[in-house]
DNA sequence: CTATTTATGTGATTATATTCACACTTCCCG
DNA sequence: CGGGAAGTGTGAATATAATCACATAAATAG
Protein backbone atom coordinates (compact mmCIF):
# COMPACT_ATOMS: atom_id res chain seq x y z
CA UNK A 1 0.00 0.00 0.00
CA UNK A 2 3.02 2.59 0.67
CA UNK A 3 4.76 3.71 -2.05
CA UNK A 4 6.53 6.48 -1.30
CA UNK A 5 7.76 8.35 2.24
CA UNK A 6 4.38 9.85 2.89
CA UNK A 7 4.03 12.67 4.95
CA UNK A 8 2.71 12.12 8.51
CA UNK A 9 0.50 15.15 7.80
CA UNK A 10 -1.42 13.57 4.83
CA UNK A 11 -1.88 10.69 7.18
CA UNK A 12 -3.82 13.18 9.77
CA UNK A 13 -5.48 14.95 6.95
CA UNK A 14 -6.43 11.22 5.46
CA UNK A 15 -8.16 10.68 8.70
CA UNK A 16 -10.12 14.44 8.58
CA UNK A 17 -11.18 14.02 4.64
CA UNK A 18 -12.62 10.15 6.20
CA UNK A 19 -14.28 12.08 9.31
CA UNK A 20 -16.02 14.67 6.45
CA UNK A 21 -16.74 12.05 3.74
CA UNK A 22 -18.91 10.42 6.39
CA UNK A 23 -20.89 13.17 7.48
CA UNK A 24 -21.47 13.53 3.58
CA UNK A 25 -22.64 10.14 3.22
CA UNK A 26 -24.76 10.55 5.65
CA UNK A 27 -26.04 13.74 3.92
CA UNK A 28 -26.65 11.45 0.90
CA UNK A 29 -23.77 13.42 -0.99
CA UNK A 30 -23.12 10.80 -3.59
CA UNK A 31 -20.11 13.01 -5.52
CA UNK A 32 -17.95 15.63 -4.41
CA UNK A 33 -15.05 18.02 -5.80
CA UNK A 34 -11.96 18.52 -4.37
CA UNK A 35 -13.06 22.12 -4.09
CA UNK A 36 -15.54 21.61 -1.81
CA UNK A 37 -14.27 18.95 0.48
CA UNK A 38 -11.22 21.23 0.71
CA UNK A 39 -13.55 24.49 2.02
CA UNK A 40 -15.14 22.05 4.63
CA UNK A 41 -11.99 20.66 5.97
CA UNK A 42 -10.37 23.85 6.02
CA UNK A 43 -7.36 22.61 3.33
CA UNK A 44 -6.33 23.48 -0.16
CA UNK A 45 -8.11 21.37 -2.83
CA UNK A 46 -4.39 20.64 -4.11
CA UNK A 47 -3.54 19.45 -0.83
CA UNK A 48 -6.44 17.18 -1.20
CA UNK A 49 -5.24 15.30 -4.70
CA UNK A 50 -1.55 15.01 -3.87
CA UNK A 51 -2.70 13.44 -0.63
CA UNK A 52 -4.65 10.90 -2.51
CA UNK A 53 -1.81 10.45 -5.36
CA UNK A 54 0.37 9.10 -3.00
CA UNK A 55 -1.66 5.84 -2.58
CA UNK A 56 -3.20 5.88 -6.21
CA UNK A 57 -6.16 7.31 -8.37
CA UNK A 58 -9.38 7.16 -6.60
CA UNK A 59 -11.32 10.45 -8.86
CA UNK A 60 -12.95 10.80 -12.37
CA UNK A 61 -11.63 13.82 -14.37
CA UNK A 62 -14.12 16.49 -14.41
CA UNK A 63 -16.38 14.51 -12.08
CA UNK A 64 -14.97 14.25 -8.73
CA UNK A 65 -14.95 11.76 -5.97
CA UNK A 66 -17.63 8.90 -5.05
CA UNK A 67 -17.67 9.72 -1.49
CA UNK A 68 -18.78 5.97 -0.24
CA UNK A 69 -15.70 4.87 -2.73
CA UNK A 70 -13.43 7.62 -0.97
CA UNK A 71 -14.38 6.54 2.16
CA UNK A 72 -13.72 2.82 1.81
CA UNK A 73 -10.36 3.55 -0.11
CA UNK A 74 -9.22 5.77 2.66
CA UNK A 75 -9.67 2.65 5.04
CA UNK A 76 -7.44 0.70 3.05
CA UNK A 77 -5.00 3.30 3.04
CA UNK A 78 -5.03 3.91 6.71
CA UNK A 79 -5.93 0.17 7.71
CA UNK A 80 -9.22 0.22 9.09
CA UNK A 81 -11.18 -1.75 7.40
CA UNK A 82 -10.58 -4.11 10.44
CA UNK A 83 -11.46 -3.52 13.98
CA UNK A 84 -8.29 -2.80 16.13
CA UNK A 85 -8.19 -3.61 20.10
CA UNK A 86 -7.73 -1.20 22.53
CA UNK A 87 -6.58 -1.82 26.09
CA UNK A 88 -7.28 1.21 28.72
CA UNK A 89 -4.73 2.00 31.26
CA UNK A 90 -5.69 4.08 34.63
CA UNK A 91 -9.17 4.37 35.22
CA UNK A 92 -9.57 7.33 36.80
CA UNK A 93 -11.59 10.07 35.17
CA UNK A 94 -10.13 10.38 32.34
CA UNK A 95 -10.06 7.18 31.49
CA UNK A 96 -13.11 5.92 32.81
CA UNK A 97 -14.96 9.00 30.57
CA UNK A 98 -12.64 7.93 27.69
CA UNK A 99 -13.75 4.06 27.73
CA UNK A 100 -17.27 5.14 28.25
CA UNK A 101 -17.00 7.35 24.97
CA UNK A 102 -18.85 6.61 21.95
CA UNK A 103 -16.52 7.35 19.31
CA UNK A 104 -14.20 4.67 19.73
CA UNK A 105 -16.08 2.25 19.05
CA UNK A 106 -17.89 4.22 16.43
CA UNK A 107 -14.62 4.16 14.60
CA UNK A 108 -14.13 0.52 14.69
CA UNK A 109 -11.96 0.67 17.91
CA UNK A 110 -12.73 -1.94 20.97
CA UNK A 111 -11.65 -1.91 24.11
CA UNK A 112 -10.87 -5.78 24.78
CA UNK A 113 -8.71 -4.72 28.60
CA UNK A 114 -8.75 -2.11 31.26
CA UNK A 115 -5.60 -1.93 33.69
CA UNK A 116 -5.71 -0.14 36.97
CA UNK A 117 -3.03 0.35 39.86
CA UNK A 118 -5.61 0.34 42.62
CA UNK A 119 -6.77 -2.75 44.20
CA UNK A 120 -10.08 -1.41 44.91
CA UNK A 121 -10.86 -1.31 41.62
CA UNK A 122 -10.38 -4.85 40.34
CA UNK A 123 -12.77 -6.56 39.29
CA UNK A 124 -15.52 -3.74 39.27
CA UNK A 125 -17.09 -4.12 35.68
CA UNK A 126 -17.26 -1.34 33.17
CA UNK A 127 -20.47 -0.35 30.84
CA UNK A 128 -19.11 -1.60 28.58
CA UNK A 129 -18.96 -5.23 30.45
CA UNK A 130 -15.44 -4.98 30.71
CA UNK A 131 -13.97 -5.77 34.02
CA UNK A 132 -10.88 -4.06 35.52
CA UNK A 133 -7.29 -6.16 35.75
CA UNK A 134 -4.69 -5.57 37.98
CA UNK A 135 -2.27 -3.42 36.54
CA UNK A 136 0.35 -6.14 37.28
CA UNK A 137 -1.97 -8.97 34.88
CA UNK A 138 -1.37 -6.46 32.34
CA UNK A 139 1.81 -8.39 30.16
CA UNK A 140 0.01 -11.76 30.10
CA UNK A 141 -3.87 -10.21 29.57
CA UNK A 142 -2.71 -8.33 26.85
CA UNK A 143 -1.27 -11.13 24.71
CA UNK A 144 -4.49 -13.28 25.62
CA UNK A 145 -6.89 -10.66 24.28
CA UNK A 146 -4.50 -9.61 21.43
CA UNK A 147 -4.50 -5.97 22.20
CA UNK A 148 -2.94 -4.05 19.36
CA UNK A 149 -2.91 -0.29 20.85
CA UNK A 150 -2.38 0.44 24.86
CA UNK A 151 -3.99 3.88 25.84
CA UNK A 152 -2.00 5.19 28.96
CA UNK A 153 -4.14 7.43 31.10
CA UNK A 154 -2.36 7.53 34.42
CA UNK A 155 -0.74 9.93 36.37
CA UNK A 156 2.61 11.34 34.27
CA UNK A 157 4.89 9.50 37.12
CA UNK A 158 3.53 6.26 36.32
CA UNK A 159 3.28 6.47 33.00
CA UNK A 160 6.74 5.97 31.76
CA UNK A 161 6.36 2.48 33.34
CA UNK A 162 3.27 1.29 31.72
CA UNK A 163 5.04 2.28 29.13
CA UNK A 164 7.90 0.09 29.71
CA UNK A 165 5.08 -3.15 30.64
CA UNK A 166 3.09 -2.76 27.30
CA UNK A 167 6.46 -2.90 24.79
CA UNK A 168 7.37 -5.87 26.87
CA UNK A 169 3.77 -7.44 26.24
CA UNK A 170 4.68 -7.14 22.87
CA UNK A 171 2.58 -3.65 22.05
CA UNK A 172 3.68 -1.90 19.25
CA UNK A 173 1.22 1.13 19.06
CA UNK A 174 0.62 3.59 22.22
CA UNK A 175 -1.85 6.45 22.44
CA UNK A 176 -0.37 8.44 25.72
CA UNK A 177 -2.78 11.14 27.51
CA UNK A 178 -0.21 11.32 30.32
CA UNK A 179 1.69 14.75 29.83
CA UNK A 180 5.15 13.57 29.87
CA UNK A 181 7.10 12.26 26.71
CA UNK A 182 7.77 8.85 27.07
CA UNK A 183 10.61 6.76 25.77
CA UNK A 184 9.82 4.02 24.18
CA UNK A 185 11.82 1.50 21.23
CA UNK A 186 11.57 2.44 17.72
CA UNK A 187 9.13 -0.55 17.05
CA UNK A 188 6.41 0.94 18.92
CA UNK A 189 4.72 4.12 17.61
CA UNK A 190 3.76 6.78 20.19
CA UNK A 191 0.97 9.24 19.68
CA UNK A 192 0.47 11.83 22.59
CA UNK A 193 -3.05 13.74 23.33
CA UNK A 194 -1.94 16.97 25.85
CA UNK A 195 -4.88 19.15 25.85
CA UNK A 196 -2.56 21.56 28.47
CA UNK A 197 -0.03 22.44 25.26
CA UNK A 198 -3.25 23.00 23.06
CA UNK A 199 -3.95 25.59 25.58
CA UNK A 200 -0.75 26.91 25.80
CA UNK A 201 -0.73 27.56 21.87
CA UNK A 202 -4.10 29.05 22.31
CA UNK A 203 -2.86 31.34 24.88
CA UNK A 204 0.20 32.22 22.36
CA UNK A 205 -2.50 33.16 20.10
CA UNK A 206 -4.37 34.97 22.50
CA UNK A 207 -1.71 37.23 24.03
CA UNK A 208 0.04 37.99 20.64
CA UNK A 209 -2.73 37.68 17.85
CA UNK A 210 -1.02 35.19 15.82
CA UNK B 1 7.41 39.59 21.85
CA UNK B 2 6.94 38.63 18.47
CA UNK B 3 9.56 39.67 16.53
CA UNK B 4 9.24 37.10 12.81
CA UNK B 5 6.58 35.01 11.41
CA UNK B 6 6.69 31.91 13.84
CA UNK B 7 6.15 28.19 12.82
CA UNK B 8 3.15 26.81 14.63
CA UNK B 9 5.16 23.85 15.30
CA UNK B 10 7.69 26.00 17.18
CA UNK B 11 5.16 27.15 19.42
CA UNK B 12 3.83 23.60 19.95
CA UNK B 13 7.41 22.55 21.11
CA UNK B 14 8.50 25.55 23.33
CA UNK B 15 5.52 23.83 25.34
CA UNK B 16 7.09 20.95 25.25
CA UNK B 17 10.32 22.02 26.16
CA UNK B 18 8.78 24.13 28.88
CA UNK B 19 7.02 20.95 30.68
CA UNK B 20 10.62 18.87 30.40
CA UNK B 21 12.32 22.05 32.29
CA UNK B 22 9.75 22.19 34.94
CA UNK B 23 10.44 18.42 35.51
CA UNK B 24 14.42 19.30 35.88
CA UNK B 25 13.64 22.10 38.31
CA UNK B 26 11.54 19.40 39.92
CA UNK B 27 15.02 17.06 40.44
CA UNK B 28 16.88 20.35 41.03
CA UNK B 29 19.08 20.56 37.85
CA UNK B 30 19.76 24.38 37.52
CA UNK B 31 22.12 24.47 34.26
CA UNK B 32 20.97 22.09 31.08
CA UNK B 33 22.25 22.11 27.40
CA UNK B 34 20.30 22.23 24.40
CA UNK B 35 21.57 18.93 23.88
CA UNK B 36 20.47 17.11 26.94
CA UNK B 37 17.27 18.90 26.55
CA UNK B 38 16.78 17.81 22.89
CA UNK B 39 17.44 14.05 23.85
CA UNK B 40 14.75 14.40 26.48
CA UNK B 41 12.56 15.70 24.05
CA UNK B 42 12.95 13.53 21.52
CA UNK B 43 13.99 16.36 19.07
CA UNK B 44 17.42 17.78 17.34
CA UNK B 45 19.50 20.47 19.50
CA UNK B 46 19.88 22.80 16.65
CA UNK B 47 15.93 23.25 16.32
CA UNK B 48 15.58 23.84 20.34
CA UNK B 49 18.14 26.64 19.77
CA UNK B 50 16.54 28.34 16.63
CA UNK B 51 13.20 28.25 18.60
CA UNK B 52 14.71 29.98 20.90
CA UNK B 53 16.33 32.54 18.66
CA UNK B 54 13.05 33.51 17.48
CA UNK B 55 12.52 35.31 20.73
CA UNK B 56 16.22 36.18 21.74
CA UNK B 57 18.94 34.83 23.17
CA UNK B 58 18.28 33.19 26.47
CA UNK B 59 21.35 30.50 26.86
CA UNK B 60 24.84 31.46 27.92
CA UNK B 61 27.84 30.28 25.44
CA UNK B 62 29.78 27.44 26.40
CA UNK B 63 27.57 26.83 29.66
CA UNK B 64 24.08 26.25 28.38
CA UNK B 65 20.75 27.48 30.02
CA UNK B 66 19.50 28.16 33.63
CA UNK B 67 16.62 25.82 33.90
CA UNK B 68 14.85 28.29 36.22
CA UNK B 69 15.28 31.18 33.86
CA UNK B 70 14.25 29.65 30.50
CA UNK B 71 11.04 28.12 32.10
CA UNK B 72 9.79 32.07 32.84
CA UNK B 73 10.84 32.86 29.58
CA UNK B 74 9.35 30.82 28.02
CA UNK B 75 6.35 31.38 29.81
CA UNK B 76 6.95 34.94 29.22
CA UNK B 77 6.86 34.08 24.91
CA UNK B 78 3.55 31.96 25.25
CA UNK B 79 1.66 34.63 27.66
CA UNK B 80 1.42 32.17 30.33
CA UNK B 81 2.81 34.10 33.12
CA UNK B 82 -0.92 35.18 33.85
CA UNK B 83 -4.14 33.35 34.54
CA UNK B 84 -6.70 31.92 31.87
CA UNK B 85 -10.29 31.47 32.55
CA UNK B 86 -12.02 28.66 30.91
CA UNK B 87 -15.20 27.45 30.14
CA UNK B 88 -16.38 24.27 29.81
CA UNK B 89 -19.46 23.88 27.36
CA UNK B 90 -21.07 19.94 27.71
CA UNK B 91 -20.53 18.09 31.31
CA UNK B 92 -20.59 14.51 29.47
CA UNK B 93 -18.36 12.01 30.49
CA UNK B 94 -15.41 13.95 29.05
CA UNK B 95 -16.23 17.03 29.66
CA UNK B 96 -16.86 15.89 33.84
CA UNK B 97 -13.35 14.22 33.79
CA UNK B 98 -11.26 17.27 32.24
CA UNK B 99 -12.93 19.42 34.44
CA UNK B 100 -11.94 17.16 37.42
CA UNK B 101 -8.52 16.95 36.23
CA UNK B 102 -5.45 18.64 37.63
CA UNK B 103 -3.31 19.40 35.02
CA UNK B 104 -5.15 22.50 34.32
CA UNK B 105 -4.98 24.31 37.34
CA UNK B 106 -1.26 22.64 37.36
CA UNK B 107 -0.66 24.84 34.25
CA UNK B 108 -2.62 27.97 35.34
CA UNK B 109 -5.50 27.14 33.67
CA UNK B 110 -8.71 28.06 35.85
CA UNK B 111 -12.27 26.81 35.15
CA UNK B 112 -14.47 30.05 36.03
CA UNK B 113 -18.20 28.92 34.18
CA UNK B 114 -19.60 25.32 32.70
CA UNK B 115 -22.26 24.70 30.56
CA UNK B 116 -25.01 22.04 30.09
CA UNK B 117 -28.06 22.00 27.27
CA UNK B 118 -29.69 19.32 29.99
CA UNK B 119 -32.13 21.11 32.51
CA UNK B 120 -31.32 18.35 35.03
CA UNK B 121 -27.86 19.18 35.09
CA UNK B 122 -27.97 23.01 35.57
CA UNK B 123 -27.74 23.97 39.37
CA UNK B 124 -25.15 20.93 40.07
CA UNK B 125 -22.04 21.69 41.87
CA UNK B 126 -18.92 20.65 40.55
CA UNK B 127 -15.89 18.92 42.55
CA UNK B 128 -14.27 22.73 41.98
CA UNK B 129 -17.55 24.30 43.37
CA UNK B 130 -18.21 25.57 39.83
CA UNK B 131 -21.91 25.41 39.49
CA UNK B 132 -23.23 24.14 35.74
CA UNK B 133 -25.26 26.87 34.16
CA UNK B 134 -27.73 26.55 30.98
CA UNK B 135 -26.41 26.85 27.89
CA UNK B 136 -28.65 29.59 26.94
CA UNK B 137 -26.63 31.38 29.70
CA UNK B 138 -23.60 31.49 27.62
CA UNK B 139 -23.35 34.75 26.31
CA UNK B 140 -24.24 36.61 29.60
CA UNK B 141 -22.20 34.18 32.35
CA UNK B 142 -18.99 34.04 29.86
CA UNK B 143 -18.66 37.66 29.81
CA UNK B 144 -19.58 38.28 33.56
CA UNK B 145 -16.88 35.78 34.53
CA UNK B 146 -14.33 36.97 31.77
CA UNK B 147 -13.56 33.58 30.15
CA UNK B 148 -10.79 33.14 27.98
CA UNK B 149 -11.03 30.39 26.39
CA UNK B 150 -13.89 27.91 25.65
CA UNK B 151 -13.83 24.11 25.61
CA UNK B 152 -15.87 22.19 23.78
CA UNK B 153 -16.76 18.39 24.86
CA UNK B 154 -20.36 18.50 24.14
CA UNK B 155 -21.89 15.72 21.10
CA UNK B 156 -20.77 16.78 17.30
CA UNK B 157 -23.90 17.59 16.18
CA UNK B 158 -24.01 20.80 19.07
CA UNK B 159 -20.47 21.83 18.44
CA UNK B 160 -21.38 24.46 15.64
CA UNK B 161 -23.86 26.21 17.16
CA UNK B 162 -21.67 25.95 21.01
CA UNK B 163 -18.80 27.76 19.06
CA UNK B 164 -20.93 30.33 17.66
CA UNK B 165 -22.62 31.18 20.88
CA UNK B 166 -19.15 31.40 22.83
CA UNK B 167 -17.93 34.21 19.01
CA UNK B 168 -21.10 36.25 19.73
CA UNK B 169 -19.94 36.08 23.44
CA UNK B 170 -16.53 37.28 22.54
CA UNK B 171 -14.28 34.49 22.45
CA UNK B 172 -11.37 34.08 20.62
CA UNK B 173 -9.97 30.65 21.79
CA UNK B 174 -11.66 27.76 21.42
CA UNK B 175 -10.02 23.85 22.36
CA UNK B 176 -12.70 21.36 20.55
CA UNK B 177 -12.89 18.22 21.92
CA UNK B 178 -15.65 17.40 19.31
CA UNK B 179 -15.17 14.99 16.30
CA UNK B 180 -15.82 17.79 13.75
CA UNK B 181 -14.52 20.78 12.45
CA UNK B 182 -15.95 24.01 13.24
CA UNK B 183 -16.14 26.79 11.31
CA UNK B 184 -15.06 30.20 13.14
CA UNK B 185 -14.12 33.80 12.34
CA UNK B 186 -10.38 34.68 11.54
CA UNK B 187 -10.30 36.35 15.27
CA UNK B 188 -10.82 32.98 17.11
CA UNK B 189 -8.23 30.20 17.33
CA UNK B 190 -8.94 26.60 17.71
CA UNK B 191 -7.45 23.54 18.52
CA UNK B 192 -8.88 20.26 17.77
CA UNK B 193 -8.36 17.43 20.22
CA UNK B 194 -9.28 14.44 18.47
CA UNK B 195 -8.42 11.11 19.53
CA UNK B 196 -9.45 8.79 17.48
CA UNK B 197 -7.79 10.31 14.76
CA UNK B 198 -4.19 9.75 16.34
CA UNK B 199 -5.67 6.14 16.77
CA UNK B 200 -5.74 6.15 12.93
CA UNK B 201 -2.23 7.61 12.71
CA UNK B 202 -1.57 4.19 15.25
CA UNK B 203 -3.65 2.12 12.71
CA UNK B 204 -1.78 3.03 9.51
CA UNK B 205 1.61 2.48 11.53
CA UNK B 206 0.65 -1.01 13.18
CA UNK B 207 -0.43 -1.85 9.72
CA UNK B 208 1.93 -0.27 6.64
CA UNK B 209 4.97 0.12 9.25
CA UNK B 210 5.49 3.71 8.67
C1' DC C 1 -19.75 15.11 -33.56
C1' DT C 2 -17.84 19.31 -31.75
C1' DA C 3 -17.38 22.86 -28.38
C1' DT C 4 -17.67 23.99 -23.72
C1' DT C 5 -17.47 23.11 -18.98
C1' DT C 6 -15.89 20.84 -15.03
C1' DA C 7 -12.52 18.96 -12.24
C1' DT C 8 -8.69 15.43 -11.63
C1' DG C 9 -3.63 14.26 -11.59
C1' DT C 10 0.86 15.97 -11.56
C1' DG C 11 5.40 18.35 -12.90
C1' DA C 12 7.29 22.71 -11.71
C1' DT C 13 7.60 26.27 -8.43
C1' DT C 14 7.47 28.39 -4.27
C1' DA C 15 7.41 28.46 0.61
C1' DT C 16 8.58 26.58 4.93
C1' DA C 17 11.12 23.95 8.26
C1' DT C 18 15.08 21.35 9.81
C1' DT C 19 19.79 20.39 10.15
C1' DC C 20 24.63 21.33 9.55
C1' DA C 21 28.77 23.50 10.62
C1' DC C 22 31.44 26.88 12.50
C1' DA C 23 32.58 31.44 14.63
C1' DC C 24 32.43 32.99 19.03
C1' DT C 25 31.92 33.06 24.21
C1' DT C 26 32.54 31.25 28.69
C1' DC C 27 34.53 28.23 31.99
C1' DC C 28 38.07 25.47 33.98
C1' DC C 29 42.50 23.69 34.84
C1' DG C 30 47.32 23.97 35.10
C1' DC D 1 47.39 33.94 32.18
C1' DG D 2 46.98 30.80 28.31
C1' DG D 3 45.07 26.68 26.12
C1' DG D 4 41.62 23.34 25.74
C1' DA D 5 36.80 21.94 26.33
C1' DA D 6 32.01 22.87 26.29
C1' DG D 7 28.17 24.79 24.19
C1' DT D 8 25.44 28.80 22.25
C1' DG D 9 23.79 31.55 18.19
C1' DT D 10 23.27 31.76 13.43
C1' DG D 11 24.11 31.97 8.22
C1' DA D 12 24.19 28.50 4.75
C1' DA D 13 22.66 24.21 3.02
C1' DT D 14 19.41 20.77 2.85
C1' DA D 15 15.12 18.58 3.18
C1' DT D 16 10.29 18.71 3.26
C1' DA D 17 5.76 20.38 2.25
C1' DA D 18 2.29 23.27 0.07
C1' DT D 19 0.66 25.57 -3.94
C1' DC D 20 0.27 26.76 -8.67
C1' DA D 21 -0.92 25.95 -13.25
C1' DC D 22 -1.89 23.26 -16.92
C1' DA D 23 -2.42 19.00 -19.74
C1' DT D 24 -5.82 15.70 -19.74
C1' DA D 25 -10.31 13.16 -19.21
C1' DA D 26 -15.26 12.94 -18.69
C1' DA D 27 -19.85 14.92 -19.23
C1' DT D 28 -23.17 17.78 -21.37
C1' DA D 29 -25.48 20.64 -24.64
C1' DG D 30 -26.26 22.09 -29.21
Redesign the pocket.
Same mark, same amino acid.
Given at each position: MKFA /?I @?? *??IVRLSIYMRTLQELLEEDVEV? #? #??RLAKQCG =?? @? *??I? /?D? *?YFG?? +? =??? =? +??RVNDLVNQIKDILGLNRPWNLAMVGLGNLGSALVRHGNFIKHGYVFTAAFDADQSKVGKRLPNGLIINHISELEDVVRERDVHVGIIATPANDAQSVANSLVLAGINGILNFAPVQIQVPDCCHVENVDFTIKLDSIAYHLSFGG
Open positions: /K @PM *ATI #S #SE =VN @P *AQR /KL *AEF +G =VRG =V +GY
